[in-house]
């Protein structure tokens, strides 16, 4: 199964830790992006990137949080001195083009859930 | 400023054809329908979209009224793993973002 692959699939952080969350795209994908799952809330759109490039980080905050996609190696979520309220479940997708036209969609992988305590 | 609508819940008996409405009446010309579900702690999963025709594979059927104003997900033999929460997303061919709403509870019941 070449799915995507995220780990951990879970994570436990103190406050003011650090939390690297990694992704590992369908072979062949060149395009990742991130979501995120509040408790009891949908899934939100946090950014896109490609290869080396972040191409829309719209939906990431402002501070803590940061997104690359290295030419070699998975993605990765990272977020700076955690705070309770960034326990949530980061879901990491993956296509082969930067748009879902008639013959694609995104793959999604299981998950990180990640706990602030 | 949600492009869709969907009942809250519905339950479905296993076995049974189970019918997932989605209204969608500002939709574009060039915007077509997708629809995920979500299994509980686990992933988004696509399931099918379309455009304008209506669309089969293994995992379902997507009837879209000749109108384009709404649609609906058929899940021909429900069964208990068909118990989840799904997504009726309406995106142009020039957007990448999934915007996910309430979605529709789905209970297949034994």
């Known amino acids: 199964n070449a799915g995507v692959m995220q780990n951990p699939r879970h994570l436990v952080r103190r406050r003011g830790q650090e939390a690297r969350l990694r992704c590992s795209p369908v072979?062949?994908?060149?395009?990742v992006y991130w979501y995120r799952q509040l408790p009891e809330e949908g899934l939100k759109f946090m950014v896109y990137?490609?290869?080396?490039?972040?191409?829309?980080e719209s939906g990431m905050p402002k501070e803590r949080f940061s997104a690359e996609f290295p030419k070699e190696g998975p993605s990765i979520l990272r977020i700076q001195q955690v705070v309770r309220g960034d326990s949530a479940a980061y879901f990491c997708?993956?296509?082969?083009?930067?748009?879902?036209?008639?013959?694609?969609?995104?793959?999604f992988g299981q998950g990180t859930r990640l706990t602030v305590v | 400023d949600a492009k869709t609508t969907q009942p809250p819940s519905m339950d479905c008996a296993e076995g049974r054809a189970a019918n997932l409405p989605c209204n969608h009446s500002t939709i574009s010309g060039n915007e077509y329908v997708y629809w995920y579900r979500q299994i509980h702690s686990q992933g988004p999963q696509y399931i099918i979209h379309?455009?304008?025709n209506n669309e089969t594979n293994e995992m379902a059927s997507l009837i879209i009224t000749e109108d384009r104003k709404s649609s609906t997900l058929i899940l021909p033999h429900a069964t208990l793993r068909d118990t989840a929460v799904y997504y009726c997303?309406?995106?142009?061919?020039?957007?990448?973002?999934?915007?996910f709403g309430a979605g529709t509870t789905v209970t297949v019941r034994a």
């Open positions: 072979k062949g994908h060149s395009h």
């Open positions: 997303i309406v995106m142009s061919s020039n957007d990448y973002k999934l915007s």
């Open positions: 990137l490609q290869k080396e490039n972040i191409i829309d």
């Open positions: 379309g455009l304008k």
């Open positions: 997708a993956s296509s082969r083009l930067d748009k879902h036209p008639v013959n694609t969609e995104a793959f």
